[in-house]
């Protein structure tokens, strides 16, 4: 059985459980599952689909939330320990500053790419020194100007608009 078969096989069995709506899992709940669905699943792709489905943000968040786990019926099924909770926070919390540590590092590629047709547009410099000071083979400046120039207008066609500014100072008089 593959992983997406057992997964889908899980939801159409146990939808109380594994639908939609991510809930903490009971402990020790792949022996309630062979239980009930003798010979359906072998114990490794249970496995691996529990390990997968325990380490997705949404389950983990589920758990941030959740005051008891669930049993495949999705009854109630014991406590929820403030040491499994701390845990998720704790994970979610790296991936969270992974995100922003990779968010920060695309956006700085995007300032110094946009800055290069910024600098390239304001220069005194011969093309073939702006090419030397910023190491680019000068027959590639074209083709990467016309990029970063496309990708400036796809990022501001995404951009919000600026909030409007607001003078206090009333009407301009009439000249």
């Known amino acids: 059985m593959s992983l997406n078969a057992c ?10 459980l594994f639908g939609d709506q991510a809930k ?3 402990l020790r709940i792949q022996a ?3 239980e009930r ?8 792709i249970l496995s ?3 390990h ?5 943000t949404a389950y983990l968040v589920a758990l941030t939330k959740a005051k008891e786990r669930f049993d495949l019926d999705g009854q109630p099924a014991g406590e929820l320990t403030d040491e499994h909770r701390a845990a998720a926070r704790e994970e979610l919390d790296r991936r969270r500053a ?3 540590e990779r968010r920060a590092a695309e956006d700085d590629v995007r300032r110094q790419r946009f800055a290069l047709v910024h600098d390239f547009e304001r220069t005194t410099l011969t093309r073939a020194n702006f090419c030397a000071l910023k190491g ?3 027959g590639e400046l074209d083709t990467l100007l016309a990029t970063i120039r496309a990708e400036i207008a796809e990022w501001e066609a995404k951009r919000p608009p600026a909030p409007a500014r607001r003078d206090d100072r009333g009407p301009r008089p009439e000249r």
């Not at 997964?7 to 109380?16: H, M, S, V």
């Not at 997968?52 to 997705?56: I, M």
């Open 136 to 138: 680019i083979p000068e």
């Open 37 to 44: 669905a003798p010979g359906v699943f072998s114990k490794k």
């Open 7 to 16: 997964t889908r096989e899980l939801r159409q069995r146990f939808p109380a």
């Open 32 to 34: 309630d599952i062979q």
């Open 48 to 50: 691996i689909f529990l």
């Open 98 to 100: 992974i995100v922003q």
């Open 52 to 56: 997968r489905h325990t380490t997705q």
């Open 24 to 26: 903490p899992i009971k």
